[in-house]
């Protein structure tokens, strides 16, 4: 991708790539001398990427770098800017503000750097590869997902009873590789880049080894709560969700690059200001994140009696809420979009140059990753969450599953009525690997058609897949980590699911008894005994139904169903009791 002939305002490369190629990460890489250096308005020398801005150079160069110093400059770009088939690369020399005078500078060594991502091969049927006993009880929530996955090891992290807990495990065989605790009783959210785990947790951040757990460096910074970290080139990015804060971090020593703070200056002196922040997205040029701000003012009432108390009135807040655009390098507003009304609460989702976000009418809205204005808008008011994107297509859920296309909206495909829910769901160019409940299901990514179904999965619910070295793995409310692999399908349960032949246990023993009792009334003439003595057995049965079905049930739905069942074993059992009695006096006389 060298330059021929170095002279000229605008360097062009066109290369092909493989469309089977899924991209994971990508590097723009050169060697340039003369640049100026810093982000700058005037001569800023452009990189994009199929008419797509991915850096300026001047952004990579340290300040004070004299003229005659070569730098070597890696640009990260977003996997989702590259084509299948042909792709143009262009290097445009700045001017000032005037256009009479452009940047004079040389570059060379230029390179695209691309890593794969592991492809999905992943066919039905599958079967159950190994388990794993998690340590802490789940009781009746909902399932923890698998946190993180990167070569080869899966990472567990959360908060429980007061303690911050990370697992590492073998994706191949289960084995626990290591684990960390912390005591500062805060949730945990992971990043990973090269071999490096980043735990975020509370004010702290600590970059460990991944593969052994070993800490490499730890800092603390403000005592602000960050959360939500999106690894972009050498720079973590995190925000607060229940603050008002950006920042930006080294990811080699762990230095502060910059940090955002969101201010209302229309909410007035008055009162007092609530913010929250979304997580971030990042294409290298620019931070997204969705805020919700609101202010309200304390009043007094008008009339206090003497003998009541009363508690400060609250007027109706004012609220604010929208997306905004950080330059990644500085931390600068680049822009801001504000919603015309209340919104849902979901993350902003970037592909290409477009950032999407979701109306409270249910409506997707695409904004211009550059600008910020809009480009389009659903108006049937079904859509309210885009899951995924791959080769031009939006994947969006609620309430039906569905697809979009991704540069205009238009309506590609819709599923009405199906199993499938894309906000669970891990979706490949072939499958869609989604879970339901306590069961997995395989469709058709094209189609929507179901392909395969697991038997029942030991919980009453269980998290989203991941899938990860072409196994996939979830996590069940029994705190049990399950891991499926492709094979054999079993007789009649899915293999390594065999327990879940229990959750047939009610109808396969209740029909069973009902063949005893009419076996029963056929051979014995004396009716009382015989069903004094079902009706007793009966309660046994409906007992262990209850004890069966237990592990399948959601709580609150179970201790219905054991108050009912409790109930009616003992309506049973007395009339099961008093036909006994009878049928025993009935045989004396």
Avoid: C
């Avoid at 979830?474 to 879940?500: D, P, V, W």
């Avoid at 009382?528 to 003595?533: D, K, W």
Wanted: charged content about 20%; overall charge negative; proline content about 5%.
């Amino acid at each position: 991708m060298n330059p021929k002939n170095p002279e000229g305002l605008i360097y062009t490369a066109n290369f092909i790539l493989d469309p089977s190629v899924d991209i994971e990460s990508a590097e723009f890489k050169l060697t340039g001398r003369s640049v100026v250096p810093g982000s700058t308005d005037e001569f800023s020398d452009k990189v994009n990427l199929n008419g797509i801005e991915i850096g300026s150079l001047n952004d990579y160069i340290p300040a004070e770098t004299p003229d005659s110093v070569a730098v070597n400059i890696t640009v990260p770009v977003h996997p989702s800017l590259f084509n299948p088939g042909n792709n143009t690369l262009k290097i445009s020399a700045g001017s000032d503000a005037n256009g009479s005078n452009y940047d004079d500078f040389e570059f060379y060594n230029v390179s695209l750097h691309l890593s794969e991502a592991e492809p999905v091969t992943l066919k039905p049927p599958l079967k159950v590869a190994w388990t794993y006993k998690l340590p802490w009880e789940l009781g009746y929530e909902t399932p923890p997902e698998i946190t993180l996955a990167a070569d080869g090891v899966l990472y567990l992290a959360r908060e429980d009873f007061g303690k911050t807990i990370i697992i590492a495990l073998s994706a191949e065989t289960g084995d626990l590789l290591w684990s960390k605790e912390w005591n500062d009783g805060q949730s945990v959210s992971l990043g990973y880049k090269d071999g490096v785990l980043f735990a975020v947790h509370s004010s702290n951040i600590d970059a460990l080894d991944a593969k052994t757990g070993k800490l490499l460096w730890k800092k603390e910074y403000q005592s602000f709560a960050w959360e939500n970290p999106v690894i972009f080139g050498n720079t973590l990015f995190v925000s607060t969700p229940y603050d008002r804060y950006v920042a930006a971090i080294d990811v080699e020593n762990g230095t502060l690059k910059w940090k955002y703070e969101l201010n209302r200056t229309d909410f007035g002196a008055e009162g007092s200001n609530y913010y929250s922040l979304s997580g971030p997205v990042v294409n290298g040029n620019l931070v997204i994140f969705r805020y919700h701000a609101s202010h309200s003012i304390y009043t007094e009432p008008i009339e206090i009696p003497e003998d009541q108390e009363f508690e400060p009135e609250l007027e109706k807040p004012i609220v604010k809420e929208g997306l905004i655009a950080l330059n990644a390098h500085t931390g600068e507003v680049i822009w801001e979009y504000i919603y015309p009304g209340e919104v849902l609460y979901f993350e902003s989702f970037l592909y290409r140059d477009l950032v999407y976000t979701t109306l409270s009418e249910r409506d997707i809205i695409a904004l211009s990753v550059e600008s910020g204005e809009e480009v389009w808008k659903t108006h049937n008011g079904k859509w309210s969450n885009v899951v995924a994107a791959i080769n031009g297509k939006l994947f969006v859920d609620f309430p039906n599953p569905g697809i979009l296309q991704a540069e205009t909206g238009e309506i590609l495909n819709e599923y009405p009525g199906s199993k499938m829910s894309f906000a669970s769901s891990v979706i490949s160019n072939k499958f869609v690997y989604s879970t339901d409940l306590n069961n997995i299901y395989i469709f058709n990514s094209s189609t929507g058609e179901t392909i395969w179904g697991s038997s029942k999965i030991k919980g009453y619910d269980v998290s989203k897949p991941v899938l990860h070295k072409n196994k996939l793995y979830l996590i069940s409310t029994e705190g049990t980590l399950y891991a499926f692999e492709h094979g054999e399908e079993g007789m009649f349960f899915t293999k390594g699911l065999e327990s879940s032949a229990l959750y047939y246990f009610p109808q396969i023993s209740i029909a069973l008894m009902l063949v005893l009792l009419i076996i029963l009334l056929a051979k014995v003439k004396n009716r009382a005994l015989v069903f004094g003595s079902w009706l007793i057995a009966l309660t046994g049965v409906i007992f262990l139904s209850l004890k069966a079905l237990e592990p399948y049930t959601a709580g609150f739905v179970f201790g219905f169903m054991a108050a009912l069942g409790f109930m009616t074993m003992f309506v049973i059992l007395m009339t099961g009791i008093a036909f006994l009695v009878y049928g025993v006096r009935k045989r004396k006389k």
